[in-house]
């Protein structure tokens, strides 16, 4: 049995969802669910009032506009078989940080071998870049039947992206490499977000307009990560402040004007003191004022779905690279075994597929214009 619930503005918890008495019932024992698209009739009340046609008459009539072309219909996501695909938009999501390259694999570096290994192993697991800002949106387009992955970088490390004395991209650099997998794998895209902390982003003064332009081309974010790298604990949320506002505008200086810093990672996963912890949202600095959607852990484990009850954008979880205990490789190794555990997504971003066993779990209230759908598992 398949239900399609609809999200009404303001509301809370699957307890005051609204059924759309939308329901599908299988005709057959094994019979595969589906839904069937809803269609509304097409009307435009400026052309007919009251049965009288509106055109102006007489001498000074104005003559007719011509009639704008008929924008393309965009097709509809195909239906799904729930049974096969089997989504749970509820399930965990793979939020990974990573810092920089280098010679040796440690906590916080990856070899460009190895960083090569962990986007061939999560292409071929099933996952997909989703943009951080998409995540914490609820705007998640990933195909049917594959997981989103959010890969994060900290510390704006010259590795990450560097360019070559002939003003070629260093293929041995996290840009290059994402480079060269995403022509190889199209489908994978080159969605990641890159934290920067004071100094010169990727360390090569002369040619940060390119790479930033480069990136915002790509798909790539550009978040904070304080000026100074400081520790938040020992701070006031007004040095705080200071901190995130003074690094959001030297940030927003090289960039374009309606680009926004509002992605934020916390230099060793700090927060001020209880009661001091507001301006990690939002804050002014010398009239900069910035607001943050999306702040995450230095972290251990994936991040809840954005559609769970206890998703919280100010506190985002996230999977230390690294082949050690409870990191990458071994999350990945867990999916493996127990593949229902992570986001598995039904193909639209206008709705939330859930296992019915899960329903009470869902909050929609963050998002406008979202429904949720349940099927029974068989």
């Not at 990573?98 to 986007?119: I, P, W």
Request: hydrophobic share 40%; net charge negative.
């Amino acid at each position: 049995m398949l239900q399609r619930l609809k999200m009404i503005g303001g509301t809370t918890r699957h307890s005051r969802l609204v059924l759309a008495v939308i329901t599908v019932s299988l005709v057959l024992a094994g019979c595969n669910a589906s839904v069937q698209p809803e269609t509304a009739p097409s009307e435009n009340p400026a052309e007919v009032q009251n049965g009288e046609d509106l055109a102006p008459v007489g001498e000074n009539a104005q003559p007719e506009a011509p009639e704008a072309p008929e924008a393309p219909e965009v097709p509809e996501a195909p239906e799904i078989d729930f049974q096969v695909v089997k989504p749970n938009e509820l399930g965990e999501v793979m939020v990974i940080m990573y810092h920089s390259l280098g010679e040796k694999n440690s906590d916080y570096v990856r070899t460009a071998d190895s960083f090569r290994e962990d986007l061939k192993r999560l292409y071929e697991m099933g996952f997909r870049t989703l943009p951080l800002r998409d995540l914490v949106k609820g705007d998640i387009s990933t195909p049917a039947g594959f997981s989103p992955v959010v890969l994060t970088f900290d510390d704006g490390h010259i590795s990450n992206f560097r360019l070559l004395e002939d003003g070629s991209i260093d293929p041995n650099s996290v840009v290059g490499i994402m480079s060269d997998f995403a022509a190889q794998h199209p489908d994978f895209g080159m969605h990641a977000t890159f934290f920067f902390n004071g100094g010169t982003p990727f360390g090569q003064k002369d040619s940060v307009d390119f790479k930033f332009n480069f990136m915002l081309e790509k798909g790539m974010d550009i978040g904070n990560h304080s000026f100074g790298h400081e520790h938040f604990k020992s701070l006031s949320a007004q040095e705080v402040e200071v901190s995130l506002g003074k690094n959001a505008a030297a940030l927003k200086a090289q960039l374009p004007a309606s680009y926004e810093i509002d992605l934020l990672a916390l230099p060793y996963g700090e927060r001020p003191a209880e009661g001091e912890r507001a301006t990690l949202v939002e804050g002014q600095f010398e009239g900069q004022a910035y607001k943050n959607i999306a702040i995450l852990n230095v972290g251990w484990k994936p991040s809840v779905s954005p559609f769970d009850a206890s998703f919280d954008f100010a506190s985002i979880q996230r999977v230390q690279s690294g082949d050690g205990h409870l990191q990458l490789t071994d999350w990945l190794d867990g999916y493996e075994a127990n593949p229902k555990k992570r986001f598995i997504s039904d193909g639209r971003a206008d709705r939330v597929a859930v296992p019915a066993a899960l329903s009470e779990k869902v909050d929609l209230s963050r998002f406008e214009g979202l429904e949720i759908i349940t099927y029974v598992e068989e």
